[in-house]
């Protein structure tokens, strides 16, 4: 079994509706979560940060962590064809090493 | 800020051949770390070095990969002999002390043929 779970999709949504997307993990010591974003031939772009349970926001994203369930979301309201992209979720415990999901593919149709 | 520059973007290069692929951090970051991407694999993490000094390499393929940093500002990933199952996109990231997402640079798409 992976330490970090995600499925690749891939997703397609119309313009204006609401992306959900999730990842689980196994790894009980990983305390900080992350959201990055990758555009084709592009490198990862860190998108959201949080840590420990709970929700963040930032502008039409935001981000959850439920660590009693070991399982984290990011959701995209109002979803525009610029957030279509490859979204992979990472977290990590309190050591340098970061571990990612396999990303998402999102198309948003205009 | 420039970000991680990777240098070159893109290399094709016959199989047995020597390749070379370069990276700059971001000036001030401390750890520097080499990931390859494949469909099949996803990221995978080569090598993470801290303060120029290699911690661990245990995701290093094969002694036909190496990967230095002689300075602060500079790090390479050299793959020699090249197989065409090297063929993947190398990518460069950076982070500073305090900071717990890393940068990634632009990456280098690398194909043997």
């Known amino acids: 079994q992976k330490e970090v779970e995600q499925d690749p999709g891939p997703l397609s949504v119309p313009e204006g509706a609401i992306v959900s997307l999730n990842c689980t993990y196994s790894n009980s010591a990983f305390q900080y979560f992350m959201w990055y974003r990758q555009y084709s031939r592009k490198g990862p772009e860190l998108l959201m940060y949080t840590y420990s349970s709970g929700n963040k926001e930032d502008g039409r994203f935001t981000a959850q962590v439920d660590k009693s369930s070991k399982y984290i979301s990011l959701f995209i309201r109002d979803s525009q064809p610029s957030d279509s992209a490859t979204y992979l979720c990472?977290?990590?415990?309190?050591?340098?090493?970061?571990?990612f999901g396999a990303g998402t593919t999102v198309t948003v149709r205009a | 800020d420039a970000g991680v520059i990777q240098s070159p973007r893109h290399e094709v290069t016959e199989m047995g051949q020597e390749v070379t692929l370069r990276c700059k951090p971001i000036?001030?970051?401390?750890?520097l770390f080499w990931y390859r991407q494949t469909m099949m694999r996803g990221l995978e993490l080569l090598i993470y070095f801290n303060n120029n000094v290699p911690i661990d390499d245990s995701g290093m393929p094969e002694d036909r990969f190496s990967a230095k940093m002689p300075n602060a500002s500079f790090s390479t990933l050299k793959i020699q002999p090249s197989e065409p199952r090297d063929s993947a996109v190398y990518f460069c990231?950076?982070?500073?002390?305090?900071?717990?997402?890393?940068?990634f640079g632009s990456g280098t798409r690398l194909t043997v043929v």
């Open positions: 990472a977290m990590k415990s309190n050591d340098y090493k970061l571990s």
């Open positions: 990231a950076s982070s500073g002390t305090g900071i717990h997402g890393y940068t």
């Open positions: 000036s001030g970051h401390n750890s």
